[in-house]
Structures are given as C-alpha cells and as structure tokens.
C-alpha cells in the first residue's frame, strides 16, 4: 500500500506564496507521474500540475507561470510552489501517483486546504 502525505496548507492574503509537500512511501520514480490536483467547493477535482518521470511537467492553464511543480526523488517527495497566490485558488489540494500500469491506478493523498483571502 502506498501513502501520500500532503503538508504546507494554510490560509494566505492575495498575492502572497505557499509551498506544499508530498511526501511518498515508497520511490516516486516508480510512478509514471506525479501531480498535484485540487478541488473547490461545490466542484470537481482538477489537475493543478504534474510531472511525469520522462516528460515535461504540465500545468493548468489558471496557474501556468504562478506556479511551479518539482521533484526529488532522494527523497519521495514533490513540491508545488504557489506565488502570486489569488482567492480562486482556495481549495483542498490532492497529491497524487499515477502507476505505469495500463489502465493506470491513481493513489491519493488526504488533501490539505489552501485557503486564500481577498
């Protein structure tokens, strides 16, 4: 079994940076992809970033160059840099491993809030 812990949510003012972590328990290299997704009130759950091990990273269009997703694998974890934080990205963010298997098998994360005021 897998576990993803998320940590570094927490409520930011508009403008302002936050750093999460996921720390893996096992090497994260032996996943296709890692990411980060979130989900606000009352919607569905979107990919806020990933990055895949043989591939360049992705980002959704609302975060792209606010953002910054990384990894190290010495250490199972990945990173997403928040800057320029705005109050549409208040959500719980979800860490996530995605296997090289096919079809692919998604582990999760608990989620940590990222609430950002106005």
């Known amino acids: 079994q897998v576990r993803l812990v998320e940590s570094g949510g927490g409520l930011r003012q508009a403008g302002e940076s936050l750093r999460l972590s996921c720390a893996a328990s096992r090497n994260i290299f032996s996943f296709a992809t890692m990411g980060w997704y979130r989900q606000a009130p009352g919607k569905q759950r979107e990919l806020v970033a990933d990055?895949?091990?043989?591939?360049?990273?992705n980002y959704a269009d609302s975060v792209k160059g606010r953002f910054t997703i990384s990894r190290d694998n010495a250490k199972n974890t990945v990173y997403l840099q928040m800057n320029s934080l705005k109050p549409e990205d208040t959500a719980v963010y979800y860490c996530?491993?995605?296997?090289?298997?096919?079809?692919?098998?998604?582990?999760w994360g608990q989620g940590t809030q990222v609430t950002v005021s106005s």
């Open positions: 996530n491993a995605k296997t090289a298997t096919i079809p692919p098998y998604n582990y």
């Open positions: 990055i895949p091990n043989r591939s360049t990273t």
